[in-house]
C-alpha cells in the first residue's frame, strides 16, 4: 500500500529528467480533440443559456458556510435551468486556445487539457425523457444516448447499494479520457487528472449550494459494471466519480 503513494507526490529537478519521458507534444504529435465526438445526426437538447439565467445569486459566504454532502433527495423534478446551471458551473465551455492544444472552462484544469466528459442519468427533469444523456459543452447541448431499464435500481446495485444515489432526480456521472492530459504531461497526467476531478466536484457541491439543492459525491461504484452500462472502451475513457443530486427535504 505504501508504495502507492509515490501517485501523489511529484519529483525533484534532478529526477524529473531521468523519470519523466519526452511527451507526444514535444514529439510534435497533434492534441487529442478535448470533446468526444458524436453522432452527425443527432437532434441535440437545447439547454438555457448562461446570460439568461435567473437563479444563483446567493452570496458566496453563505454557500461556503453551507456547503455539506446531502444524501436525502424528494421527488421533486429539478427544472431544466436548474440543470443548465449546474452543467455550466462545472464544465462550461468559455472558449478553445486558439493553438487547439486546450479549452478554458469555467472550472480550472491542468494545462487546459480537460479530460473529463459529463454523462448524466436522468430520473426527474422538467421537458426531458428519463434516461442516459452526455452533456456537449462545445455547444452548451444535451445529446441523448438511450434509455436505462429500472435506472434507479441499476444505479443504486452499481453504487454497492446506496440506494439513494439511483433515486435521485440527476446523477452526474464523470468520465475521464486520461490522453488529453497524458498528451503533455505522460506519467505525470493522473495526478494532475485527479486534482482536476476534485475542482469539479467542489464547483457541484457549490452550485447546487446556490440553488439550494443537495448533492454528495460517490467514489464506491462498480467500475466495469457501470463503464459497459454507459457503453465505454474502458482503456480509452472510464467512470471516475459520481454525484447525485436533488432537491432535499427543508
Given at each position: 500500500?505504501?508504495?502507492k503513494r509515490k501517485f501523489l507526490q511529484f519529483f525533484d529537478s534532478e529526477d524529473y529528467e531521468k523519470e519523466v519521458p519526452e511527451s507526444d507534444e514535444q514529439k510534435k504529435i497533434p492534441p487529442p480533440p478535448f470533446q468526444k465526438a458524436y453522432p452527425k445526426d443527432t437532434i441535440l437538447i437545447d439547454l438555457v443559456p448562461p446570460e439568461?439565467?435567473?437563479?444563483?445569486?446567493?452570496p458566496f459566504l453563505k454557500i461556503v458556510n453551507s456547503r455539506k454532502s446531502r444524501r436525502k433527495y424528494t421527488d421533486e423534478h429539478l427544472s431544466l435551468e436548474e440543470l443548465s446551471f449546474l452543467l455550466w458551473c462545472t464544465q462550461?465551455?468559455?472558449?478553445?486556445l486558439k493553438s487547439g492544444r486546450g479549452v478554458l472552462r469555467t472550472v480550472p484544469s491542468s494545462g487546459a487539457k480537460s479530460p473529463f466528459e459529463t454523462y448524466l442519468v436522468i430520473n426527474r427533469v422538467e421537458g426531458l425523457d428519463p434516461g442516459l444523456y452526455?452533456?456537449?459543452?462545445?455547444?452548451?447541448?444535451?445529446?441523448?444516448?438511450?434509455?436505462?431499464?429500472?435506472?434507479?435500481?441499476?444505479?443504486g446495485e452499481l453504487s454497492y447499494n446506496q440506494n439513494f444515489?439511483?433515486?435521485?432526480?440527476?446523477?452526474?456521472?464523470w468520465t475521464a479520457v486520461p490522453y488529453r492530459t497524458e498528451w503533455r504531461y505522460t506519467i505525470l497526467a493522473?495526478?494532475?487528472?485527479?486534482?482536476d476531478l476534485g475542482l469539479i466536484c467542489q464547483n457541484l457541491y457549490m452550485a447546487c449550494e446556490a440553488i439550494?439543492?443537495?448533492?454528495?459525491?460517490?467514489?464506491?461504484?462498480?467500475q466495469n459494471k457501470i463503464d459497459k452500462l454507459f457503453e465505454l472502451e474502458p482503456k480509452d475513457e472510464f467512470v471516475v466519480l459520481l454525484q447525485p443530486v436533488g432537491k432535499y427535504p427543508k
Open positions: 500500500m505504501k508504495e439568461e439565467f435567473k437563479i444563483g445569486k446567493t462550461g465551455l468559455k472558449r478553445e452526455r452533456y456537449i459543452s462545445f455547444s452548451h447541448k444535451l445529446y441523448f444516448i438511450k434509455e436505462i431499464k429500472d435506472a434507479e435500481k441499476t444505479i444515489v439511483g433515486k435521485a432526480p440527476v446523477i452526474f456521472c493522473h495526478k494532475f487528472i485527479a486534482v439550494k439543492l443537495g448533492t454528495c459525491a460517490i467514489g464506491y461504484y462498480e
